[in-house]
Structure formats: C-alpha cells, structure tokens
C-alpha cells in the first residue's frame, strides 16, 4: 500500500471548516469553501481595510463571480438529474434591475430597512400565520450567514417603503443596489450547485426577487407603450427551479416548511367535455395547433390546457396563495408563448391578473389587474377582444367583488381548511421529483 501523501495541516482555518473537518484555505476574508457553499465566514469578522469601506460589496462577491460563474454544475451538492433537467430551463431574473448602483452605506438605512421588513413587509407574503412568523423570525436568521439573501431582504423592504414614499430617491437607489447585488451573487451559487448549506437562503431569495419584480411594476414607465411582464413569470418559475432543485433539504427544513406549505396543493381537471367557466378560452384549439409544427402540437396543446385547468381551480376559490400559484405552475412553453405574445396566452394570462383584484388591497399587487389587463387589451388583435370580457370586468370594477360580477357563487375557504383538505403540498412535490429523477435525460460521460 503506497504512503500517504503528506499536506500541509490548517491550523489557523475558519470555525466553520474545523467543525466540518475539511481542510481550510485561509483565504481572507472569506475561505473558499465558505464562498462556494455562499455562507459567511468567521474571517469576514476582522476589521474592514481602507480598500473596502463599509456598503460597497465585500471581496467575496468577486471571487464568487470569477471561480464559480466559469465552473459546471456541482455534482457533489446538487444531484446530477435535477440539474440537467431543472436549473438550466429558466432564465435568471437580471433583467429586473435597470441599474447597478450601490447601495447607501448608511447603517441607519440598513436599521431602518430590517425593522420595517419585519415588522411590516414580512407581513404581506402570506394569509397563514405560520408562513409569516417564518418571514418574521426565521428568514432573517438565515440572511445572517447569507449576504445575498440579506440583500434581497432589504431591497423588498425599500421598495416597500418607496410604495409609500415615492419621491424619496434614497429608497430608490437601496432598492436597485441592494436587489443588483443580491441577484449577482444568486445566480454564481445557482452556477455552482445547490448544496444543504445554501438551499434555505437561496429558496428565501427566489421568492424576494418574485416579490420584487411583482412589486417593480407599479413603478414602470408606460408612456412608450405596454410590455408584457415577462420578469413577474420568470422569478416565479425561478423559485419552482430552486424548490425542485434543493427538496431533497428543503422538505426537512423546518424553517421553510410553513412558507411552501402555504402553497395549496393543485388538483387539476382538464376538463375534456368543456363545462367549466374558463372553457371557451380554448375553443378553435386544434384548427391553431393545425398550423404549427408537429414537433410541438402535443407541447403547445398541454400548456394551453393546463393553464386554464389552473384558471378553473382557482376560480372555485379564489383566495391569493391559490391565484398566485398560476406564474409558478405553468409550463415554461406556456411562458414562451407569451412572449412571442400569442394571443390565447394573452387573453389567459389576463384572466390570471385579474383574479388578483380579489387581493389587490396588498402593496405589492395593489393597481396589478387594472394595469396588466388594460395593458393586455392594448397589444391584442381586435378578433379576440370578446375574450377579453370578463378579465376587463373584473379588473375593471370598482368595489368590492360581488357574485354577479364575479360570475358565480364565490365560496372563499380558508387557506388553513383548504390545506386540511386539499392534502400536504409536500406529497405532490415528492411525486413530481421522482418523476424528475426517473424520466431525466443522463449526463454526459465525464
């Protein structure tokens, strides 16, 4: 048997990797096994150097964009099926932020953002009280080993905070900067691969940049002309990426577990005899799939259909963790038709925006029907305006909604009773993992 090999023994690495038992680089500030895994490390506790003041983003960032932007997928903390077939399918969110400007270095902006996050920001998440404890209490915890995930929490607080002072121009700037930096150092881990250390601050961060680019929009400049929200679809599939990516942690953590179990589980009816409400959004089908491609009919054919099977489950009851699922559960083919603006996933996803004026007194959906509906209307070939009648009705009327406008009785139950008999949205998320890992294309050979 040949000798070991002799190494050089780390005696003055960080606490994390001698209690981990692997060897540390000592590389200040920040070693590198605590930047691949995007947790904090105790040599980032010395004191700050003349070439980095405070507010301006550490040392790690960089090294995290230069080492593992170029590197493939972690084979070691993200299993091989899961990202061969998830993470590579959407696009990362950076086209939410039109700017890169530093954050303000001022601690008392900082004080400030966190208070009002948790004291009222966290509150406008989730109906359920157990979700928003965890929004309160648990995810700050995280961000605290968790740059980018405290980053993120502080920009949804200023523009939180900008919804209600709109001239303040310093929440304008927290709130670009501190999203700019947090998305950068988002997507490098999600380069990396997934891992236990990382996958509870990075779940918590796709859902702030959900909320953020939700939230953007109010603030959008419409003057030249209505744009689709692409960014509203692609954050919320980014944070079905990550949950299917990292549920084999994700499932035993009892920090999120009230956060994504907030989530109805989804029990979908196709409808094949076209009864239900939102049936006629599908007629002439098959005459449109006629002239498309054979190689992307049965494709085409299922995202149609299942987004309007959602429209009808939702429509039975719509309360907001029900309507709000729609941008995370379509198809990502679904998400391309819109942005080749094809006009039945207009008129569908309309119908989608309006459901959220049952729910528009929160901040962050406030004005989203009107504007998004009206918007749509714009840009649609007149021959399907008539599709368009009841998302303009809904969006459209002032007060509350009553049965006549809505259409039907409305039976709103309560998301802790719907929960209860829905089923545990943890058993579904088991069944399409699985389903993932069984039917993935392999790997290549290395």
Wanted: charged content about 20%; overall charge neutral; aromatic content about 8%.
């Amino acid at each position: 048997m040949p000798p070991r090999r002799s190494h050089k023994k780390s005696k003055a690495g960080c606490q994390r990797c001698k209690q981990r038992k692997i060897k540390c680089d000592e590389v200040h500030p920040v070693c590198g096994n605590c930047s691949k895994h995007g947790v904090s490390c105790d040599f980032e506790g010395g004191p700050t150097t003349p070439c980095t003041p405070v507010g301006q983003p550490s040392p790690s960032l960089h090294r995290q964009s230069t080492t593992e932007s170029t590197g493939a997928f972690s084979s070691a903390s993200t299993p091989r099926s899961t990202n061969s077939t998830i993470m590579p399918r959407y696009k990362t969110p950076t086209d939410i932020i039109r700017t890169n400007i530093n954050p303000s270095s001022s601690r008392l902006l900082e004080l400030k953002l966190m208070h009002h996050f948790t004291a009222q920001t966290a509150m406008t998440f989730s109906d359920m009280d157990a979700a928003t404890h965890a929004w309160q209490q648990d995810i700050p915890v995280i961000a605290y080993d968790a740059q980018y995930l405290m980053d993120a929490i502080l920009a949804v607080s200023a523009l939180h905070l900008r919804s209600m002072h709109p001239n303040d121009t310093s929440l304008v700037r927290a709130s670009h900067g501190y999203m700019a930096s947090s998305i950068a150092q988002y997507s490098s881990l999600l380069t990396a691969g997934l891992s236990e250390l990382n996958s509870e601050a990075l779940f918590s961060t796709s859902a702030l940049i959900a909320f953020q680019a939700s939230a953007s929009r109010q603030f959008e400049n419409m003057d030249r002309g209505y744009t689709v929200p692409l960014a509203w679809f692609h954050s919320f599939q980014g944070v079905k990426a990550v949950v299917m990516a990292s549920w084999q942690w994700l499932r035993t953590s009892h920090r999120v577990f009230p956060i994504i179990n907030s989530q109805p589980a989804l029990s979908l009816n196709l409808d094949p005899d076209g009864k239900l409400f939102f049936a006629p959004l599908l007629e002439g089908l098959n005459q449109q799939l006629s002239t498309l491609p054979e190689m992307v009919r049965a494709e085409t054919r299922q995202a149609y259909e299942h987004s309007v099977a959602f429209l009808n489950w939702a429509y039975q009851n719509p309360i907001r963790n029900r309507i709000l699922g729609f941008a995370a559960t379509v198809s990502r083919r679904f998400v391309e038709l819109i942005d080749q603006r094809d006009p039945r996933a207009l008129v569908i996803i309309s119908c989608f925006f309006s459901f959220t004026r049952v729910c528009d007194d929160v901040w962050w959906l406030n004005g989203v029907a009107q504007r998004e509906v009206n918007g749509i209307l714009s840009i649609l070939p007149r021959d399907w305006w008539p599709k368009m009648e009841w998302s303009l009705r809904i969006a459209n009327h002032e007060g509350p909604i009553d049965e006549e406008t809505w259409g039907t009785p409305i039976h709103k139950t309560s998301l802790e009773e719907e929960l209860v008999f829905a089923g545990n949205v943890f058993n579904h998320i088991d069944v399409l993992t699985k389903i993932i890992e069984t039917y993935a294309p392999p790997m290549p050979v290395d």
